[in-house]
């Protein structure tokens, strides 16, 4: 049975795990979090995924200090194809890989004004960009440093319910070919990409877990369909229904109201697998599980990765439908318990450095939303076992 064959068989509807991607304005720093920890074995282990400056030692020039709200210049997007990070502090754009490392960077020319959102049509390769009044999608400049962008759609006016109100934020639906937005005034709407009110129409999210207007940022959750929508005041986040109620928790989004983290000045999803659960060893520290990529249906560049683990041993890895499985899983001997349906991956060397990883092509036929945990066992030349902890990988859609 092939690898991809294997994981489709395994593959199973459980609540969606993912990371949000926010801009700290005071410190022009991109984290990237969860939802706040609940319980050791259903939840986030780690609510900071990463953190990193938009300033690069760089002679190209990259975004810079962000003033805070209620400035509204400066967003993030995400492209979960190639799993990168875009940012803008309204007069720049930039590319960077997740871990900060800078790719590419151009001005902004679009608009004469500094733009307040940015999203990304992942599918495309193409970004959606908005000062505030206007929107257009462009396709990045191939140059690393420079270029112009071309205009693909636009510029057209957005909708607006009390204009002159501007919007501080777009995003991209790739569900129902749309846009997300929201304003000044606390309104978050669903656009069409001629401007017009879309066909989710729009809600009021002032009030609601406390936000206050101006909003600085909207999210689309993907891993659901139809979407959920994450809107931010800057210091706190809510997670929404398209009609305007609060969305139901999931295990990456602990609460459907949550605080940020700095003063979040625009906001984008990551279908990002989170690690959960603590690992254990029968001599010495535990492994630890990571990965790289996004869980992506089509996408061939996601690696369920293995690091702390004892050089020069044994790596199996497994992957099972259930979420949640008791503390003890794995008997010696890496015999999986009864009841949690671990099903062996592939049998792992680790190098030197205590590493190893595992191509894991996502199938296209994947359903979105769609859940596996993966788990490491290690055997070391003196024969002693370690466990891992474990990985949440939910399927979103581009």
């Given at each position: 049975?092939?690898?991809?064959?294997?994981?489709?068989?395994?593959?199973?509807?459980?609540?969606?795990?993912?990371?949000?991607?926010?801009?700290?304005?005071?410190?022009?720093?991109?984290?990237?979090?969860?939802?706040?920890?609940?319980?050791?074995?259903?939840?986030?282990?780690?609510?900071?995924?990463?953190?990193?400056?938009?300033?690069?030692?760089?002679?190209?020039?990259?975004?810079?200090?962000?003033?805070?709200?209620?400035?509204?210049?400066?967003?993030?997007?995400?492209?979960?194809?190639?799993?990168?990070?875009?940012?803008?502090?309204?007069?720049?754009?930039?590319?960077?890989?997740?871990?900060?490392?800078?790719?590419?960077?151009?001005?902004?020319?679009?608009?004469?004004?500094?733009?307040s959102g940015l999203g990304m049509d992942a599918e495309l390769g193409e970004l959606w960009i908005t000062d505030g009044f206007q929107?257009?999608?462009?396709?990045?400049?191939?140059?690393?440093?420079?270029?112009?962008?071309?205009?693909?759609?636009?510029?057209?006016?957005?909708?607006?319910?009390?204009?002159?109100?501007?919007?501080?934020?777009?995003?991209?639906?790739?569900?129902?070919?749309?846009?997300?937005?929201?304003?000044?005034?606390?309104?978050?709407?669903?656009?069409?990409?001629?401007?017009?009110?879309?066909?989710?129409?729009?809600?009021?999210?002032?009030?609601?877990?406390?936000?206050?207007?101006?909003?600085?940022?909207?999210?689309?959750?993907?891993?659901?369909?139809?979407?959920?929508?994450?809107?931010?005041?800057?210091?706190?986040?809510?997670?929404?229904?398209?009609?305007?109620?609060?969305?139901?928790?999931?295990?990456?989004?602990?609460?459907?109201?949550?605080?940020?983290?700095?003063?979040?000045?625009?906001?984008?999803?990551?279908?990002?697998?989170?690690?959960?659960?603590?690992?254990?060893s029968t001599s010495g520290a535990p492994p630890a599980i990571h990965s790289s990529g996004q869980a992506i249906p089509g996408n061939?560049?996601?690696?369920?990765?293995?690091?702390?683990?004892?050089?020069?041993?044994?790596?199996?890895?497994?992957?099972?439908?259930?979420?949640?499985?008791?503390?003890?899983?794995?008997?010696?001997?890496?015999?999986?318990r009864l009841g949690c349906d671990w099903g062996p991956v592939g049998l792992y060397f680790v190098d030197s450095e205590g590493r190893?990883?595992?191509?894991?092509?996502?199938?296209?036929?994947?359903?979105?939303?769609?859940?596996?945990?993966?788990?490491?066992?290690?055997?070391?030349?003196?024969?002693?076992?370690?466990?891992?902890?474990?990985?949440?990988?939910?399927?979103?859609?581009?």
């Amino acid at each position: 049975m092939t690898r991809s064959l294997l994981l489709l068989v395994l593959f199973a509807a459980l609540p969606s795990a993912q990371s949000l991607v926010g801009l700290d304005a005071s410190g022009s720093l991109v984290y990237e979090l969860t939802g706040p920890k609940r319980q050791i074995w259903n939840g986030p282990t780690a609510r900071i995924l990463e953190l990193w400056p938009t300033v690069t030692m760089s002679a190209c020039p990259t975004p810079i200090a962000f003033a805070p709200p209620p400035s509204l210049f400066g967003d993030v997007a995400v492209d979960g194809k190639l799993d990168r990070v875009w940012v803008t502090d309204g007069a720049t754009i930039a590319e960077y890989e997740p871990d900060g490392t800078l790719l590419r960077a151009f001005p902004q020319l679009v608009f004469a004004t500094p733009i307040s959102g940015l999203g990304m049509d992942a599918e495309l390769g193409e970004l959606w960009i908005t000062d505030g009044f206007q929107a257009a999608r462009i396709l990045p400049p191939t140059e690393a440093c420079g270029g112009v962008a071309t205009v693909t759609v636009g510029p057209l006016t957005l909708f607006s319910t009390a204009p002159p109100n501007p919007a501080t934020d777009i995003e991209w639906d790739p569900y129902t070919s749309s846009l997300w937005v929201c304003d000044t005034l606390g309104n978050v709407g669903n656009l069409n990409t001629d401007g017009s009110l879309g066909p989710e129409g729009g809600f009021v999210a002032t009030g609601v877990c406390g936000l206050t207007p101006p909003l600085t940022g909207v999210a689309v959750d993907v891993t659901r369909s139809p979407v959920r929508i994450f809107v931010t005041d800057g210091t706190r986040i809510a997670y929404f229904e398209p009609n305007g109620t609060l969305a139901e928790p999931t295990f990456g989004t602990t609460s459907e109201c949550q605080a940020a983290t700095g003063e979040m000045l625009g906001l984008a999803f990551a279908s990002r697998a989170v690690a959960f659960g603590v690992g254990s060893s029968t001599s010495g520290a535990p492994p630890a599980i990571h990965s790289s990529g996004q869980a992506i249906p089509g996408n061939g560049n996601f690696f369920v990765e293995l690091r702390k683990a004892a050089p020069i041993s044994l790596a199996t890895l497994y992957v099972s439908p259930h979420a949640v499985c008791p503390l003890g899983t794995f008997e010696l001997m890496a015999l999986p318990r009864l009841g949690c349906d671990w099903g062996p991956v592939g049998l792992y060397f680790v190098d030197s450095e205590g590493r190893a990883s595992s191509p894991q092509s996502v199938p296209a036929s994947f359903p979105t939303g769609r859940q596996m945990v993966f788990h490491w066992v290690v055997m070391d030349a003196s024969l002693q076992y370690a466990w891992s902890d474990r990985l949440m990988v939910t399927a979103g859609g581009i």
